[in-house]
């Protein structure tokens, strides 16, 4: 069974960092492309930014690019988000996903970027 | 940037009924390598994250039901629930993969008559 466990979300004043982990188990870590996912509170989704399935490549939208950074450890089937210089428009549930067309989500962690 | 254009925002149909969401994208993401729709179909219920009931725009996600199906191509695009249930009620989201940045919809509110 594909399972994603994200951690690491909580509350952080503007301008402040926090890093964001995926713990992923029941499939081939190393095969996919990983994905994180946003979405703000009573909001649609957003693609934040995704990474090969040997980190060759990385993509990022626009609003993040210079501030988050996106990396893969697959000897630990694991996938990390740092997210630097964070705004209060960053406020969201950040969702692990598996893929490049964003197959399975993880259950979500909430990021509150508020003073 | 690839936009997608949901509609309508939200929709309201009886049980038993059809029910018709359309999504429309700013430009083809059709592949002429492939001949594949990049798009597919997302339902996300209260309180849970996002689960994909339809790849490469009509594909089926293995124990979706049958009565869910997807069309279309090219930059226009349909999920029908031919029978609507009443665990059916979530929003609806496509999404293209075609391109980065991969974009959504806005998104389709579906509930109750």
Do not use: H
Not at chain 1, 80 to 86: A, E, K
Not at chain 2, 45 to 73: H, M
């Amino acid at each position: 069974e594909v399972q994603l466990v994200e951690s690491g979300g909580g509350l952080v004043q503007p301008g402040g960092s926090l890093r964001l982990s995926c713990a992923a188990s029941g499939f081939i870590f190393s095969s996919s492309w990983m994905t994180w996912v946003r979405q703000a509170p009573g909001k649609g989704l957003e693609w934040v930014a995704n990474i090969k399935k040997d980190g060759s490549e990385k993509y990022y939208v626009d609003s993040v690019k210079g501030r988050f950074t996106i990396s893969r450890d697959n000897a630990k089937n694991s996938l990390s988000l740092q997210m630097d210089s964070l705004r209060v428009e960053d406020t969201a549930v950040y969702y692990c996903v598996r893929g490049f067309s964003a197959e399975y989500w993880g259950q979500g962690t909430l990021v509150t970027v508020s003073s | 940037d690839i936009v997608m254009t949901q509609s309508p925002d939200s929709l309201a149909v009886s049980l038993g009924e059809r029910a018709t969401i359309n999504c429309k994208s700013s430009q083809s993401i059709l592949s002429s390598s492939d001949n594949l729709n990049y798009l597919s179909w997302l339902q996300q219920k209260p309180g849970q994250p996002p689960k994909v009931l339809i790849y490469w725009a009509s594909t089926r996600e293995s124990g979706v039901p049958d009565r869910f199906s997807g069309s279309g191509s090219g930059t226009d695009f349909t999920l029908t629930i031919s029978s609507l249930q009443a665990e059916d009620v979530a929003v609806y989201y496509c999404q293209q993969y075609y391109s980065v940045p991969i974009t959504f919809g806005q998104g389709t509110r579906l509930e109750i008559k």
